[in-house]
T-cell receptor, first 115, second 112 residues
């Protein structure tokens, strides 16, 4: 399945670097999500965008800055990250429905390592 | 806030046996419950889901049951195969939101 594409697949960066993660969905969905997946922890929801509008910011530190220019693209801008930010960052999309949610489809993720 | 608890954290079964994973949720208004399978190094993939107006759903060897009164739902895998080995996540969607609250995952190992 190539419905949700994330780049890069792997990223190693120093704490003072600035980088961006990219996500693109080809499923015609109206909602996009960023999750953080760390070892032995549940998937942590970071941000939700519905029709390009941010509807959820789950108390994420300001060193993570999302951007959603349209319903098909989602970015996560990274700046002065900490070692504990090393994790797998997953993007997902869905055709969100306020009456009852629809399945979320995930990308392969970006494995981020902070030196 | 909303919370989903998942048990067990690890589960080992012999090929051909059944496996059951259980989740409980805190928000009684939750109305959508998907299950995801994540193989090592791969993306989480939806394997089955159920909505609050249904008590049970089955798809070949996989079934999900929902008890709204008790606020718990379970994944049942019958006739397990080695390729069923993976981490399984349950999730619940609070009513009138576009987000999922995930459980902590169950690592299932099926031994041949």
């Amino acid at each position: 399945e190539t419905g949700v594409t994330q780049t890069p697949r792997h990223l190693v960066m120093g704490m003072t670097n600035k980088k961006s993660l990219k996500c693109e969905q080809h499923l015609g969905h109206n909602a996009m999500y960023w999750y953080k997946q760390s070892a032995k922890k549940p998937l942590e929801l970071m941000f939700v965008y519905n029709f390009k509008e941010q509807t959820e910011n789950n108390s994420v530190p300001s060193r993570f800055s999302p951007e959603c220019p349209n319903s098909s693209h989602l970015f996560l801008h990274l700046h002065t990250l900490q070692p504990e930010d090393s994790a797998l960052y997953l993007c997902a999309s869905s055709q969100a429905d306020r009456l009852g949610n629809q399945p979320q489809h995930f990308g392969d993720g970006t494995r981020l390592s902070i030196l | 806030g909303e919370n989903v608890e998942q048990h067990p954290s690890t589960l080992s079964v012999q090929e051909g046996d059944s496996a059951v994973i259980k989740c409980t949720y805190s928000d009684s208004a939750s109305n959508y419950f998907p299950w995801y399978k994540q193989e090592l190094g791969k993306r989480p993939q939806l394997i089955i889901d159920i909505r609050s107006n249904v008590g049970e759903k089955k798809d070949q060897r996989i079934a999900v049951t929902l008890n709204k009164t008790a606020k718990h739902f379970s994944l049942h895998i019958t006739e397990t195969q080695p390729e069923d080995s993976a981490v399984y996540f349950c999730a619940a969607s609070p009513y009138n939101t576009d987000k999922l609250i995930f459980g902590t995952g169950t690592r299932l190992q099926v031994f041949p």
